[in-house]
């Protein structure tokens, strides 16, 4: 019977090459186009397997009224080249995610409490817009600007999930107004008024 | 004024190839290896992108008080070409999702209600196992088998998302105990006693 | 010697399915998540191959003083499938792309005249400006807000290429104000004044 | 009992789009960038996955000596985007598979019989040649020019897999010389005298 | 003559990321998710494109009366990025390859002596098994349960091919008898009984 | 207002692993089959995404009367990742890019200067031949024998874009006479006369 377990080794042991079922980002070292290097597998526990980060609402008392939580890989290292990760958006009465772009995935967003509108603009300008309950889910296609915001007078929550372990977020007033992106580049390239620009760029901290 | 309005048709318009944000699927036309044929564009409204299938709980009064329901591209078509897919489970107390693999897919569980107890098996015969509470993430690596079960005397439920509009489903007991895979040949490539497999498959209908 | 003449049709005429170096687009049938359905190899010319519409100067006597002439697949259907697409910027004095994304590849910018300033932001808000002369070259990685604008007096002209057949192009301004989006909404995830919503919706043309 | 049945038809039948798992191709139909439309699930059989065409010595009577028979896509549909093809190679003594590549796709080549002297050329020029024996493995990577020999007195035979269900194959001898390739590019582009074009033009059928 | 020369070192030598055609894997350093970190191109040898490993029989003096010999990325470091690996199957009389997946690759199977029984499931439970002779090809869907087997009193050997470099492996029995996997857990996922497992779990070393 | 404030490194500043909008390559260090490591964000500037080595007219004093410059990874470390690169062609009358390659990509031949006959031929042997003029552009499948020849007496240039940061370049010519593939291997696997052979061997610097 100890026959067997010699089979074990010859195919799996050669090499610790040999595991590579999954690949633990190693944030200390650097990224690759396809993602971070692999801790060593040796050093891979379950609890790289896990993220309680989401559980946790996030603190709405701000401008927007809103929170977002990632699980990118950055928070969660087990994702590292496998397709996927997540964020949790927390929106008091009144909450909004501005409009903003993941430059690099598709976005699944499932509602878990309240009422969310949830919108996409696609490319020739159609916009299509609806207001979730709960448990229902919306697709967003990857690169497009879209957002949410609180339905009614209820807290709402969601989560979203991403088509990428690292899906970048662009958020569209930040870009214009938290930057340093010089204020006549901004009049110039969005057509909004010098004013405008100037207003926002108080508010939001940008520079320039 | 009106000028900036012949900018648009001339980038946008030339063709209906244009418009490529998404492909919401044809499930009456054939698959390809990378997806359906594309929904014409013009057919195409807010509600493709939108599913409310998974709102409403599973019914768990079955042998292994628990239930599946699914929101792979068959059932939500928007999902089409664009890496994500959902589905939500339901645990009543001693709920089991029986060992079962993805073959495509990584899976990303993310718990919603009660305590889960999941886990996976790597390659190297390593074993993951968490119990998870509300709001708590766990990554399954795609291809591995893996399970969930309801831990303690309370209900529970998850919404698992995968990287794959269609990622597939292979339950172990399914493939082998609910399908005509031979009885002899079952013992010979699983080790398992010819009266383990006859029992199994009587109660989940094998033939063979 | 004939003898070597077996050969070919032995290796090559077995079916058509044998010849797959290209896919020119089939642009009436149905589009799929990886590009059109072929055209029938038989059918495929050395005209298939080539696109002439970027050897004319676009129309600039617009509100933009600029012109786009996109090279996609719809209007070039040999680039179905290879990962490359191509359009032709011109700017008057003072032309302006304004701020855009393409929502599926990255673009290299080429310039072939005048002095051209581009610009795109990055998703953490740092803003990567430069004015470039004739032959100079910049990447614009993907799904970012970017940016080209006449650089002094002269004229000036570009080749955009993509790493996309259909690299999608979405327009800020289009999106926000040529679009039905709703007004509340825009200002709302926005912050802009609704003031300068509606005055940019009358120029563009957007309803709602 | 029963009520464990229920649950597989509710993961796997709501619709047709739930079996995934392959893509046997339709060759009737049209192909597409990622490859052919797939035949519908109801119609695969076991024969679909099977071929039986590499069981049989290829005719080496030819100029070559040498016999090449393809499992591509196209001879055997089961591949069709499972990223996998074969072919079998026959060598008579002094068999030659000449000079070629394979666009799309790397080639693992696998010594059946015999001795059999492989080489690959790298784009620094780098020439990678080694005479291997029974059971022997060469990997060629992808797109580089390659060729296989008949070492020694004895035939030979292997099997090559690659990368890609749908490799492409180019012959370089066939390229130039058996194609209607006009003559004066030839000697142009490859600096080959004129009269040795002309001679293997007539050898290989070729015009122009 | 000489001046065409200098074209050469323009093209190919400005820096030394001008050569790659391959990636040889550098197995002491860490793994990404797209493979290993590349062997320095100066390092880079024939050897490192061919293997001698399969040309020997495994040793089937074991329980299962087979073996197993992989070339994986972790054996044939120059398999590493281009998409391709092998394994040789070696099954004396009786000799039982036991029912597997490989998590990221499909697998062509090839009979180079004897006859081999081999089958796969699908998501759907359909069962496909076919009896193999040498030179026929079976290909295996990415992801699902497989097997070979010996088919009457001869022994009989086959190579396997497989569309990954290092296309993991899982087999059942070991996954759930040879590990660590509490058999609580097993029983309650698997239905099996709880003599059954602990019989196997003896067997094959499992604890817990 | 400052609230706004807080939500923008909460998102963002978690870890440098949030910004991946881009990776330019850090050539000292070593590749990866999906390209170079990242150079750390904090180092990246504007002048990563900018090459000026294309605004320089080629040298063509030389016995093909004609210049190559490539923009691929290894000089402009900016495209690493993202799919594409370029190169400038100059012919002077006369002027010849002999037969080549390019292993892993595609190409966009793009006309600026010039009439440029080009052409490609494919795995049946079709010949795809056009001449160019300025603008236009021309779509090469990737991993064909092409070229590109000055036509009539007036000197050309084009950008050639890429579909791969590094596309590899083997040129037929030197693959065969500028390396060291003994000659009587380069005879046997090309038909080409010993003579021939020779005589471009020792115009190419090829040795064995």
């Given at each position: 019977m100890l026959h067997i377990l010699f089979l074990l080794p010859l195919l799996?042991?050669?090499?610790?090459?040999?595991?590579?079922d999954f690949c633990v980002a190693d944030l200390k070292g650097p990224d690759t186009p396809a993602g971070y290097l692999c801790k060593p597998p040796t050093k891979v526990t379950t609890r790289d397997f896990?993220?309680?980060?989401?559980s946790v609402e996030g603190n709405t008392s701000n401008l927007i009224n809103a929170a977002v939580t990632p699980a990118f890989v950055g928070q969660?290292?087990?994702?590292?080249?496998?397709g996927l990760s997540a964020a949790r958006l927390d929106l008091a009465p009144g909450g909004v995610i501005p409009l903003h772009t993941h430059p690099g995935a598709s976005e699944l967003l499932i509602v878990k409490q309240g009422l969310i509108t949830a919108g996409f603009i696609a490319s020739d300008n159609s916009v299509y817009v609806k207001t979730l309950s709960k448990g229902e889910i919306f697709i967003l296609p990857q690169g497009l600007l879209h957002f949410q915001v609180a339905y009614g007078k209820r807290k709402a929550s969601a989560f979203a999930v991403f088509s990428s372990p690292n899906p970048g977020l662009q958020i569209l007033d930040f870009a214009l107004f938290?930057?340093?992106?010089?204020s006549p580049l901004v009049s110039q390239t969005t057509f909004l008024d010098p004013e405008q620009v100037k207003k926002l760029k108080s508010v939001l901290g940008g520079s320039g």
């Open positions: 799996l042991s050669t090499s610790h090459a040999s595991v590579n896990v993220y309680s980060g989401l969660f290292p087990g994702l590292n080249g496998l938290a930057s340093n992106f010089p």
